[in-house]
Nanobody, 122 residues
Framework: QVQLQESGPGLVKPSQTLSLTCTVS??????????WSWIRQSPGKGMEWIGY???????NYNPSLKSRTSISRDTSKNQFTLQLSSVSPEETAVYYC??????????????WGQGTQVTVSS
């Protein structure tokens, strides 16, 4: 069973950088056709896709967050990391990492981390 586990500070001050790491086990983040995403859910709001890093190392970000987002990876540790700069209290949310698999025209988010609560507050 593939497992994803988020880790990082649960409290971040406004204007600072949020940094979270997702550790993946029982599969490799370099497996073909896999895309490793960060997604968040704020209180009372729907899920918001932040971005991904692909099996080949390419990245893609939500246009509304692109200027403040960076997703990187450490293949030796089988981890990928989110950095979101200049955060505001409105970005308090549960942050998830997830695996997306693309085969032909279809795609599926088949594995998710349990989520980690991040509160932005002074």
């Amino acid at each position: 069973q593939v497992q994803l586990q988020e880790s990082g500070p649960g409290l971040v001050k406004p204007s600072q950088t949020l940094s979270l790491t997702c550790t993946v086990s029982r599969t490799s983040i370099t497996t073909n056709n896999t895309y490793w995403s960060w997604i968040r859910q704020s209180p009372g709001k729907g899920m918001e896709w932040i971005g991904y890093i692909s099996y080949s190392g390419t990245t893609n970000y939500n246009p509304s967050l692109k200027s403040r987002t960076s997703i990187s990876r450490d293949t030796s540790k089988n981890q990928f990391t989110l950095q979101l700069s200049s955060v505001s209290p409105e970005e308090t949310a549960v942050y998830y990492c997830a695996r997306e698999v693309r085969i032909g025209e279809s795609n599926e988010y088949d594995y998710w981390g349990q989520g980690t609560q991040v509160t932005v507050s002074s």
